[in-house]
Protein backbone atom coordinates (compact mmCIF):
# COMPACT_ATOMS: atom_id res chain seq x y z
CA UNK A 1 0.00 0.00 0.00
CA UNK A 2 1.51 3.48 -1.13
CA UNK A 3 -0.62 5.53 0.87
CA UNK A 4 -0.10 6.65 4.62
CA UNK A 5 -2.20 5.54 7.08
CA UNK A 6 -3.68 8.69 8.68
CA UNK A 7 -2.64 9.19 12.44
CA UNK A 8 -6.38 8.47 13.34
CA UNK A 9 -6.86 5.09 11.79
CA UNK A 10 -3.36 4.05 13.62
CA UNK A 11 -5.01 5.30 17.22
CA UNK A 12 -7.91 3.09 16.31
CA UNK A 13 -5.70 0.02 15.31
CA UNK A 14 -4.12 0.26 18.34
CA UNK A 15 -7.45 0.84 20.84
CA UNK A 16 -8.77 -1.91 18.98
CA UNK A 17 -5.52 -4.16 19.84
CA UNK A 18 -5.88 -2.64 23.52
CA UNK A 19 -9.42 -3.65 23.63
CA UNK A 20 -8.90 -6.96 22.35
CA UNK A 21 -6.25 -7.86 24.73
CA UNK A 22 -8.28 -6.27 27.90
CA UNK A 23 -11.64 -9.13 26.21
CA UNK A 24 -8.94 -11.71 26.40
CA UNK A 25 -7.70 -10.46 30.04
CA UNK A 26 -11.59 -10.32 31.05
CA UNK A 27 -12.02 -13.85 29.51
CA UNK A 28 -9.31 -15.30 31.68
CA UNK A 29 -10.70 -14.17 34.60
CA UNK A 30 -13.74 -15.27 34.00
CA UNK A 31 -12.69 -18.70 33.61
CA UNK A 32 -10.40 -18.56 36.59
CA UNK A 33 -13.82 -17.51 38.76
CA UNK A 34 -15.97 -20.53 36.86
CA UNK A 35 -13.45 -23.09 38.02
CA UNK A 36 -13.41 -21.66 41.66
CA UNK A 37 -17.00 -21.62 41.66
CA UNK A 38 -17.21 -25.25 40.54
CA UNK A 39 -14.45 -26.08 43.30
CA UNK A 40 -17.42 -24.83 45.87
CA UNK A 41 -20.13 -26.46 44.22
CA UNK A 42 -18.29 -29.85 44.22
CA UNK A 43 -17.54 -29.12 48.02
CA UNK A 44 -20.78 -28.00 49.09
CA UNK A 45 -21.97 -31.07 47.46
CA UNK A 46 -19.54 -33.51 49.31
CA UNK A 47 -20.33 -31.33 52.86
CA UNK A 48 -24.30 -32.54 51.93
CA UNK A 49 -23.34 -35.93 52.07
CA UNK A 50 -21.59 -35.84 55.58
CA UNK A 51 -23.93 -36.00 58.81
CA UNK A 52 -24.31 -32.85 61.32
CA UNK A 53 -21.87 -34.37 63.75
CA UNK A 54 -19.25 -35.50 61.14
CA UNK A 55 -16.07 -34.38 61.81
CA UNK A 56 -14.23 -31.50 59.27
CA UNK A 57 -11.51 -29.68 58.78
CA UNK A 58 -10.78 -26.11 57.49
CA UNK A 59 -7.64 -25.66 55.92
CA UNK A 60 -6.02 -21.82 57.20
CA UNK A 61 -2.87 -21.19 55.60
CA UNK A 62 -0.59 -24.06 56.49
CA UNK A 63 -2.62 -25.29 59.49
CA UNK A 64 -6.29 -27.48 59.55
CA UNK A 65 -8.97 -26.43 62.03
CA UNK A 66 -11.75 -28.96 63.52
CA UNK A 67 -14.84 -26.63 62.43
CA UNK A 68 -18.69 -27.13 62.32
CA UNK A 69 -20.07 -28.34 59.17
CA UNK A 70 -23.01 -26.03 59.57
CA UNK A 71 -20.11 -22.96 59.86
CA UNK A 72 -18.58 -24.64 56.84
CA UNK A 73 -21.54 -24.96 54.73
CA UNK A 74 -21.96 -21.40 54.99
CA UNK A 75 -18.76 -19.79 54.16
CA UNK A 76 -19.68 -21.94 50.98
CA UNK A 77 -22.51 -20.43 50.14
CA UNK A 78 -21.43 -16.94 50.58
CA UNK A 79 -18.11 -18.22 48.42
CA UNK A 80 -20.37 -18.83 45.58
CA UNK A 81 -22.84 -16.30 45.87
CA UNK A 82 -19.59 -14.14 45.78
CA UNK A 83 -18.46 -15.94 42.28
CA UNK A 84 -21.83 -16.15 40.79
CA UNK A 85 -22.05 -12.05 41.39
CA UNK A 86 -18.10 -11.59 40.23
CA UNK A 87 -19.27 -14.05 36.87
CA UNK A 88 -22.04 -12.20 36.37
CA UNK A 89 -20.27 -8.99 36.25
CA UNK A 90 -17.56 -9.76 33.84
CA UNK A 91 -20.38 -11.15 31.67
CA UNK A 92 -21.76 -7.92 31.54
CA UNK A 93 -18.33 -6.38 30.80
CA UNK A 94 -17.64 -8.73 28.23
CA UNK A 95 -20.49 -8.03 26.61
CA UNK A 96 -20.08 -4.25 26.51
CA UNK A 97 -16.73 -4.79 25.38
CA UNK A 98 -17.42 -7.21 22.68
CA UNK A 99 -20.00 -4.60 21.40
CA UNK A 100 -17.21 -1.88 21.42
CA UNK A 101 -15.14 -3.91 19.67
CA UNK A 102 -17.36 -4.69 17.35
CA UNK A 103 -17.82 -1.25 15.81
CA UNK A 104 -14.43 -0.12 16.40
CA UNK A 105 -13.83 -2.70 13.64
CA UNK A 106 -16.69 -1.63 11.33
CA UNK A 107 -15.26 1.93 11.92
CA UNK A 108 -11.27 0.50 11.01
CA UNK A 109 -12.44 -1.06 7.89
CA UNK A 110 -14.79 1.80 6.93
CA UNK A 111 -11.46 3.69 7.24
CA UNK A 112 -9.29 1.80 5.43
CA UNK A 113 -11.91 0.80 2.30
CA UNK A 114 -12.13 4.41 2.12
CA UNK A 115 -8.45 4.95 1.76
CA UNK A 116 -7.48 2.58 -0.53
CA UNK A 117 -11.10 3.60 -2.55
CA UNK A 118 -12.87 0.21 -2.30
CA UNK A 119 -16.16 0.09 -1.37
CA UNK A 120 -16.55 -1.23 2.46
CA UNK A 121 -17.44 -5.08 2.87
CA UNK A 122 -19.74 -4.55 6.03
Known amino acids: M ?20 QYKALL ?11 EVERALQECSKLSD ?15 EKSKVI ?7 EELELRIKTIEKQEQRLRQQLEEL ?8 SSLSGLPSSS
Open 28 to 38: LRKQQFEMELR
Open 105 to 112: RKNIQASL
Open 53 to 67: DALIYQSVGNLLFKT
Open 74 to 80: NELNEKK
Open 2 to 21: SKQIPPQLQHQILRLQEQQE
